[in-house]
């Protein structure tokens, strides 16, 4: 049988993400499943080696950024400011290290396991004529996350070396370690973020699909209603899926079925595998937020009311885009998981309206009510460690006691 080019694989999709996540030593393995290594253990070897010298990095950075904190001796930075200071640091720099860390021992077969089902799942769902456009389509979205925040990466940081940059070899060591950390933590977002998005794509495929196959079953039952309908041709087929003489609907429904059972399962794993990473990121932005906010705001403050100069402005206006640019990953994220879990959940209601279409077979009715059921008894949650679910309704909750303990640290200073 003839293989089909890279460009007709869901590993073509994940490209360009691998090929930024090797360069900060987050993939030792390559992503063209026809690629056959030279040396492999020199190339675990050589990836290992990278990622110990960012661990390295990183730890400088950490005991840099808790060495500053401690020492710092400001009016304005008291003991709860100081604090929200000392977790931010140290939950930014665990999670970039516990990423490393588990990129080269528990999640280094994660993602090539994770691809391996989603190939199983395409070739029950996607048309092989269309793959290419699919995934090309899909790719240019990877593309495209990437230039926007690494981007926005650079222009917030390249605010930071305007503003606070002493000239000092210490000072840009511990910058660079800033922004490798910073960096570390983007790519793990969109690891986890890119498997979501794949999902939610295929969850879509699979209402087309259902739909056409209820559509099929009322025009062989009685074609005059439905004479020119279409349900999305372009994109699905049934060539691969099972079909039998008297119920070749509900065969193809539990196909679909199954198809589900891995989604879940890829959504399952990949919840495990970022589980503790997200959980630090999580507390990262809203420690962070609170302590860049907290300081944008007084120095704004002082500039306006002790007629500071450009370069006072400009060091506020830096701390408040760094507090929007962690809102805005944070808030990205959230959206995902929660468009992801609505698209589940519209999936469900699609099925109950397709019961009731007219002259679909007995067959039929009894694979959708058990798809039904399926879906009703297995719920997709974003779980993040048993702690909370990421949806929207966190966000704005979490966003919200931030603001709340932002108010109630500028009362403090006033008394103070």
Same mark, same amino acid.
């Given at each position: 049988?003839?293989?089909?080019?890279?460009?007709?694989?869901?590993?073509?999709?994940?490209?360009?993400?691998?090929?930024?996540? !090797? *360069?900060?030593? +987050?993939?030792?393995?390559?992503?063209?499943? !026809?690629?056959?290594?030279?040396?492999?253990?020199?190339?675990?070897?050589?990836?290992?080696?990278?990622?110990?010298? +960012?661990?390295? %990095?990183?730890?400088?950075?950490?005991?840099?950024?808790?060495?500053?904190?401690?020492?710092?001796?400001?009016?304005?930075? =008291?003991?709860?400011?100081?604090?929200?200071?000392?977790? /931010?640091?140290? @939950?930014?720099?665990?999670?970039?290290?516990?990423?490393?860390?588990?990129?080269?021992?528990? =999640?280094?077969?994660? %993602?090539?396991?994770?691809? $391996?089902?989603?190939?199983?799942?395409?070739?029950?769902?996607?048309?092989?004529?269309?793959?290419?456009?699919?995934?090309?389509?899909?790719?240019?979205?990877?593309?495209? &996350?990437?230039?926007?925040?690494?981007?926005?990466?650079?222009?917030?940081?390249?605010?930071?070396?305007?503003?606070?940059?002493?000239? @000092?070899?210490?000072?840009?060591?511990? +910058?660079?370690?800033?922004?490798? /950390?910073?960096?570390?933590?983007?790519? #793990? @977002?969109?690891?986890?973020?890119?498997?979501?998005?794949?999902?939610?794509?295929?969850?879509?495929? +699979?209402?087309?699909?259902?739909?056409?196959?209820?559509?099929?079953?009322?025009?062989?039952?009685?074609?005059?209603?439905? !004479?020119?309908?279409? $349900?999305?041709?372009?994109?699905?087929?049934?060539?691969?899926?099972?079909?039998? !003489?008297?119920?070749?609907?509900?065969?193809?429904?539990?196909?679909?079925?199954?198809?589900?059972?891995?989604?879940?399962?890829? *959504?399952?794993?990949? #919840?495990?595998?970022?589980?503790?990473?997200?959980?630090?990121?999580?507390?990262?932005?809203?420690?962070?937020?609170?302590? $860049?906010?907290?300081?944008?705001?007084?120095?704004?403050?002082?500039?306006?009311?002790?007629?500071?100069?450009?370069?006072?402005?400009?060091?506020?206006?830096?701390?408040? /885009?760094?507090?929007?640019?962690?809102?805005?990953?944070?808030?990205?994220? @959230?959206?995902?998981?929660?468009?992801?879990?609505?698209?589940? #959940?519209?999936?469900?209601?699609?099925?109950?309206?397709?019961?009731?279409?007219?002259?679909?077979?007995?067959?039929?009715?009894?694979?959708?009510?058990?798809?039904?059921?399926?879906?009703?008894?297995?719920?997709?949650?974003?779980?993040?460690?048993?702690?909370?679910?990421?949806?929207?309704?966190?966000?704005?909750?979490?966003?919200?006691? %931030?603001?709340?303990? *932002?108010?109630?640290? /500028?009362?403090?200073? &006033?008394?103070?």
């Amino acid at each position: 049988m003839k293989e089909e080019p890279f460009e007709h694989d869901v590993h073509f999709v994940i490209q360009p993400l691998h090929f930024v996540s !090797k *360069i900060f030593g +987050m993939c030792p393995f390559h992503i063209d499943p !026809k690629y056959r290594y030279d040396n492999e253990r020199l190339c675990n070897v050589l990836h290992n080696m990278l990622a110990t010298f +960012m661990i390295v %990095m990183l730890l400088f950075g950490l005991y840099s950024n808790m060495v500053y904190a401690t020492e710092l001796i400001d009016p304005t930075f =008291n003991i709860i400011v100081r604090v929200v200071w000392v977790i /931010s640091v140290v @939950t930014a720099y665990s999670s970039s290290i516990l990423g490393l860390i588990f990129s080269i021992t528990r =999640n280094k077969n994660h %993602m090539t396991a994770v691809l $391996a089902s989603i190939c199983r799942v395409d070739k029950k769902l996607l048309h092989r004529h269309n793959k290419q456009n699919i995934y090309t389509s899909q790719r240019s979205h990877v593309m495209m &996350q990437l230039k926007v925040m690494f981007i926005l990466l650079g222009i917030v940081f390249s605010s930071c070396a305007y503003s606070f940059y002493n000239g @000092t070899w210490t000072c840009l060591m511990f +910058m660079i370690s800033q922004i490798l /950390s910073v960096a570390i933590n983007i790519v #793990n @977002t969109l690891q986890y973020v890119n498997v979501i998005l794949i999902v939610k794509q295929r969850y879509q495929l +699979m209402k087309h699909l259902l739909l056409k196959e209820v559509l099929s079953d009322s025009c062989s039952r009685n074609p005059g209603p439905f !004479k020119s309908h279409n $349900a999305n041709k372009l994109f699905l087929t049934t060539d691969n899926l099972k079909n039998y !003489k008297d119920s070749s609907n509900v065969c193809r429904i539990r196909d679909l079925r199954m198809v589900h059972s891995e989604l879940y399962d890829v *959504i399952h794993e990949n #919840n495990n595998s970022y589980g503790i990473v997200i959980l630090l990121e999580f507390i990262t932005v809203l420690t962070y937020s609170v302590f $860049a906010t907290y300081f944008g705001v007084i120095t704004m403050n002082d500039a306006v009311f002790n007629n500071g100069n450009f370069e006072i402005y400009f060091k506020g206006i830096t701390l408040l /885009s760094m507090c929007a640019f962690e809102l805005l990953a944070f808030f990205w994220l @959230t959206t995902c998981c929660n468009s992801t879990a609505e698209e589940f #959940n519209a999936t469900l209601i699609h099925i109950q309206k397709l019961l009731l279409y007219p002259y679909i077979s007995t067959w039929t009715i009894v694979d959708l009510k058990s798809f039904s059921s399926q879906l009703k008894n297995v719920k997709i949650e974003f779980n993040i460690c048993g702690f909370f679910n990421l949806n929207l309704h966190f966000f704005c909750a979490s966003v919200g006691g %931030m603001f709340t303990y *932002i108010i109630v640290l /500028s009362q403090f200073n &006033q008394k103070v």
